[in-house]
């Protein structure tokens, strides 16, 4: 049997002093017309270092330049074939950063945007997250406790395998 092939991709939990996270919205194309908000990232492009991809990905995407090295803080992987097309499943690491609120707008053109399913992008109060009754989704599904569980420990000494 073949190994699974695993698309591995980065993301950002881009966190302000007040506790609003950075969220971008992607439309879902199966099932049409749900949607679910991620922290901001994507796939690892070959030759591409973890680090080297957050840059990239979040300039393209909101416009922010990552200096210094932020901390690794969770790491899920999702197995099942319906997360993105042609991977058998999705590895996820995260990594912490810490900004002042800024309007996003990255490199890529809305068209850019589209074509990845991005079709906003927004900050949320963690206690709004934490409230938020649907009908989107959040990826993973219960960032608002993960997120609440950073905010209140910190950052953890190795990063936390998440389930969901």
Do not use: K
Request: a negative charge.
């Amino acid at each position: 049997m073949p190994p699974p092939r695993l698309r591995h991709s980065v993301r950002a939990l881009i966190l302000t002093a007040d506790h609003q996270i950075l969220l971008c919205r992607h439309l879902v194309t199966d099932p049409a017309g749900d949607a679910v908000w991620t922290a901001p990232g994507g796939g690892i492009e070959p030759g591409e270092t973890r680090l080297d991809a957050l840059r990239r990905e979040l300039a393209e995407e909101v416009g922010l330049t990552l200096t210094g090295t932020p901390p690794h803080v969770w790491h899920r992987t999702t197995m099942t074939p319906d997360v993105l097309p042609g991977y058998d499943g999705i590895i996820n690491d995260y990594y912490l950063v810490h900004t002042t609120r800024f309007t996003p707008h990255g490199t890529m053109t809305p068209a850019q945007l589209a074509a990845e399913n991005i079709v906003d992008r927004r900050w949320w109060p963690l206690a709004e997250l934490a409230a938020y009754p649907g009908p989107d989704l959040f990826g993973p599904r219960n960032l608002a406790t993960h997120l609440t569980t950073l905010v209140t420990n910190g950052v953890p000494p190795q990063p936390l395998t998440l389930d969901r």
